[in-house]
C-alpha cells in the first residue's frame, strides 16, 4: 500500500501551516535542459512559477538550465548528493536506478502522453515503484509519445525497412523490435545522437518528434515512420528528505501543484508539443512520411507483443504485476 500519497500530503501540509512568517528557502531546480527546449516555457518554468506564488516566500523554486549541475545520465546522484533539490529526469537514461518504471516504455499500448503520463502518477500512488523510488517524491510525471523509426537518407514504409541499418534507441523493447526486423539498435545518448547520425555511426533512430527540432536532428533525419514504436516517461521530483526539511507552507505549495492532475497537464502539453514538432518536420523539404496502416500495426502486435512483454516480466522484479497495472490504468486514463 502507498504510504504517501498527494491528496493525503496536501491535507496534512495545509493543515499544521500556521501562517507565521518563516525564512525563505531556494530550491534549485535543474531542468537538464537548453532553456530554448520547449519543456522549459511549457511545463518547467510555469510549474515554478506556481509554486512560488503559492508559497509566498516560505520557499522559492529557481530554475537552472543546461547542464553544469546535471545532465541526461546524472540527474539522480546530483540531486542525492545536494547539488540541487529537484530535477527532472528521463528514467530511461537511468535503467538501474529505475527499472520498473520502464514499463513506460511499452510498445503498442500507449494512445497519448496525457493517457500514459496520468497512468505512471497513479500506479505510483498505488506503490508500484516503491522499491525504486523510497527515497525520492516524484511530482509530476510526463510520458512522451510513441517514438517514430526516423532514417537518414533512406525511404521506409514498413517497420522491416531497418533491415541491415544501425538504429539508436534507448528503450529494450524498442531495440527487441528493431532487432526482430533485421536492424541493429544502438544505445547512444541524445544529445550525441546528432553527430553519429552526420558521421555514419547510425542510420536513423527510434524516437518521437519532439527530439527533433530540440536536438536538430531534422537536420541529418529525413525518412519517418509512425507507428506505436514505445514512449518513455520522465518526471520532476526532489528527495523526500529535502521536502519533509521544508516549511509547512512550501510543502503546501509544492504538493498543490502536484499529483496525478499536474501530470495529466503535462501530458497535454507534451501531446500539443508533439504534434508541433512534427508539423515542423512535415513543413521542411525533403522529408518523407508514412504512417503504419493498421494491417501492419496489428501484424507487429502479434509478432512482438507476447515475446515484449514476456522479455520485460522476467528481467524486471514484479514485471508482470507492473504491465497488467500499467494496461488497468491506461484503460482508466482514457
Same mark, same amino acid.
Given at each position: 500500500?502507498?504510504? &504517501?500519497?498527494?491528496?493525503?500530503? %496536501?491535507?496534512?501540509? @495545509?493543515? !499544521?501551516?500556521?501562517?507565521?512568517?518563516?525564512?525563505?528557502?531556494? @530550491?534549485?531546480?535543474?531542468?537538464?535542459?537548453?532553456?530554448?527546449?520547449? @519543456?522549459? =516555457?511549457?511545463?518547467?518554468?510555469?510549474?515554478?512559477?506556481?509554486?512560488?506564488?503559492?508559497?509566498?516566500?516560505?520557499?522559492?523554486?529557481?530554475l537552472r538550465n543546461g547542464q553544469m549541475l546535471a545532465n541526461h545520465a546524472n540527474y539522480y546522484d546530483r540531486l542525492t548528493d545536494d547539488v540541487m533539490q529537484i530535477t527532472w =529526469?528521463?528514467? %530511461?537514461?537511468?535503467? =538501474?536506478?529505475?527499472?520498473r518504471s520502464l514499463v513506460s516504455t511499452m510498445p503498442l499500448i500507449v494512445d497519448s502522453a496525457e493517457q500514459g503520463s496520468v497512468a505512471m502518477c497513479r500506479m505510483w500512488e498505488r506503490g508500484a515503484f516503491d522499491a525504486e523510488m523510497g527515497d525520492i &517524491?516524484?511530482?509530476?510525471?510526463?510520458?512522451?509519445?510513441? =517514438?517514430?523509426?526516423?532514417?537518414?537518407?533512406?525511404? !521506409?514504409?514498413? !517497420?522491416?525497412?531497418?533491415?541491415g541499418k544501425k538504429i539508436m534507441t534507448n528503450q529494450p523493447a524498442a531495440a527487441a523490435i528493431i532487432q526482430a526486423y533485421g536492424?541493429?539498435? &544502438?544505445?547512444?545518448? @541524445?544529445?550525441?545522437?546528432?553527430?553519429?547520425?552526420?558521421?555514419?555511426?547510425?542510420?536513423?533512430?527510434?524516437?518521437?518528434?519532439t527530439a527533433l527540432p530540440a536536438f536538430k536532428l531534422d537536420e541529418v533525419l529525413t525518412d519517418h515512420f509512425l507507428g506505436p514504436f514505445g514512449g518513455a516517461v520522465g518526471m520532476i521530483f526532489m528527495t523526500r528528505a529535502k521536502f519533509d526539511s521544508l516549511p509547512e507552507a512550501g510543502q503546501a505549495a509544492i504538493l498543490a501543484n502536484s499529483g496525478c492532475e499536474a501530470s495529466r497537464n503535462a501530458g497535454k502539453f507534451i501531446?500539443?508539443?508533439?504534434?508541433?514538432?512534427?508539423?515542423?518536420?512535415?513543413?521542411?523539404?525533403?522529408?518523407?512520411?508514412?504512417?503504419?496502416?493498421?494491417?501492419?500495426?496489428?501484424?507487429?502486435?502479434?509478432?512482438?507483443?507476447?515475446? !515484449?512483454?514476456?522479455?520485460?516480466?522476467?528481467?524486471?522484479?514484479?514485471?508482470?504485476?507492473?504491465?497488467?497495472?500499467?494496461?488497468?490504468?491506461?484503460?482508466?486514463?482514457?
Open positions: 500500500m502507498k504510504q &504517501l500519497a498527494f491528496p493525503a500530503l %496536501v491535507v496534512g501540509a @495545509l493543515s !499544521i501551516f500556521s501562517g507565521g512568517a518563516m525564512a525563505q528557502e531556494t @530550491l534549485v531546480f535543474t531542468t537538464t535542459n537548453v532553456e530554448q527546449n520547449p @519543456l522549459v =516555457g511549457g511545463l518547467f518554468q510555469p510549474w515554478a512559477d506556481r509554486v512560488n506564488a503559492a508559497a509566498k516566500g516560505a520557499v522559492v523554486v529557481e =529526469g528521463m528514467t %530511461v537514461f537511468n535503467p =538501474g536506478k529505475f527499472p &517524491l516524484p511530482l509530476i510525471f510526463a510520458e512522451f509519445p510513441q =517514438g517514430a523509426v526516423h532514417l537518414k537518407n533512406a525511404p !521506409i514504409t514498413d !517497420i522491416s525497412d531497418v533491415a536492424g541493429a539498435p &544502438l544505445s547512444i545518448q @541524445l544529445p550525441e545522437a546528432y553527430e553519429a547520425l552526420q558521421r555514419g555511426t547510425a542510420d536513423g533512430m527510434l524516437i518521437n518528434f501531446d500539443g508539443w508533439e504534434n508541433g514538432a512534427m508539423n515542423y518536420v512535415k513543413s521542411k523539404e525533403g522529408q518523407t512520411f508514412t504512417t503504419a496502416t493498421p494491417e501492419q500495426v496489428q501484424a507487429l502486435k502479434d509478432k512482438m507483443g507476447p515475446g !515484449i512483454e514476456a522479455a520485460f516480466t522476467s528481467r524486471v522484479p514484479d514485471g508482470e504485476m507492473l504491465v497488467e497495472m500499467f494496461k488497468e490504468e491506461l484503460a482508466k486514463a482514457k
